[in-house]
């Protein structure tokens, strides 16, 4: 039988460390002793790994592939968005392949990809715990969140849906539909700055309008998924009986507010009005008004900026924030 390949998960239990302990060492990142240290390398060369970072050949055989970082490729938002920049990539005759950057894949997934000489990243909305590197060499785009520090400005561009606007316009929205006592379901799913954009802007609509937006009035959830926003509502009502208006940084958050109010007994739009955040399918099903994203226009940025990077031709501009729009439906039709 041929032999096993080792991973580095087998140095990881050989040594009795995490993956990701075994990844900052083999990326000379520190933050650990030097014993541990010094037995991790020794169990890297007892046991035959090797990280497939060395030798790196040059960017003119680079993989003709751009891999896509995710926080969790389960919502519908970031699948959308996936399928849009792969259908662009394909046209330049380029594969795409997302990596699910849930805590425990990440380190595993970052060592693959900086051995695989990429032609460029695409990391979307915060995929990752502090403490990892992504390759300097490689152009990435960034999407809704903040580049690695030390990363080459030549190298890096970054695409973001104007968050801020999308609280805002939320917000006013309510208020013009007759809703004074407000509040804001948001996650606190790994997401860089796109919950923090979109309460930002509900509390500035909220401030402008002299109405009420105490730190009572904005709850704040583990994710962006319907039970959470089921169960949020239910703290709501019992802090804010009188609450009319909930602004939800996700559809999914909305569909279970909606469920919830209808449970114990109060009407949508009537009693309370609701706007969700991202026009999926969820919205489109269940009749909630939300906000949209340009996702094709965020797509076709990305891969502008992917191809122009790898012929290191000049960007006219590395930062570009595009604008969002209230679509309006039963929960919260336009006054």
Request: proline share 5%; aromatic share 6%.
């Amino acid at each position: 039988m041929p032999k096993k390949q080792v991973s580095i998960r087998d140095v990881a239990s050989a040594c009795g460390v995490s993956v990701a302990t075994v990844s900052r060492i083999i990326n000379n990142q520190g933050k650990c002793s030097k014993e541990t240290e010094l037995l991790v390398r020794e169990k890297i060369r007892e046991l035959g790994y090797a990280s497939g970072r060395n030798p790196k050949p040059s960017r003119k055989t680079s993989t003709r592939a751009v891999g896509i970082l995710v926080p969790d490729i389960r919502y519908e938002f970031f699948g959308n968005l996936i399928a849009l920049i792969e259908q662009k990539l394909y046209a330049y005759d380029l594969a795409a392949f997302a990596c699910n950057m849930i805590e425990e894949r990440e380190a595993l997934y970052l060592d693959r990809i900086a051995s695989l000489n990429l032609t460029g990243l695409v990391v979307v909305s915060g995929y990752r715990k502090k403490g990892y590197q992504l390759p300097d060499s490689v152009p990435a785009v960034y999407i809704n969140c903040i580049p690695d520090e030390g990363q080459a400005d030549s190298r890096v561009a970054t695409v973001e849906s104007n968050n801020v606007d999308a609280g805002y316009l939320a917000a006013t929205q309510l208020i013009a539909s007759g809703s004074r006592h407000i509040c804001i379901v948001t996650s606190r799913i790994n997401l860089d700055k796109t919950p923090y954009g979109r309460t930002i802007g509900y509390l500035k609509a909220m401030w402008e309008y002299g109405l009420n937006c105490d730190d009572s009035y904005v709850i704040t959830v583990d994710s962006a998924a319907y039970q959470d926003g089921y169960e949020a509502t239910e703290r709501l009502l019992a802090a804010h009986p009188g609450v009319d208006g909930i602004f939800c940084t996700s559809d999914a958050l909305a569909l279970g507010a909606m469920h919830c109010l209808r449970d114990h007994g109060m009407r949508v739009p009537q009693d309370v009005r609701i706007v969700g955040c991202n026009d999926t399918s969820i919205a489109q099903v269940h009749h909630i008004a939300t906000i949209r994203h340009p996702l094709e226009e965020m797509a076709e940025l990305v891969v502008d900026f992917l191809i122009k990077m790898e012929a290191d031709k000049p960007l006219t501009q590395r930062h570009v924030v595009l604008p969002v729009s209230f679509v309006p439906n039963d929960t919260c039709p336009v006054p």
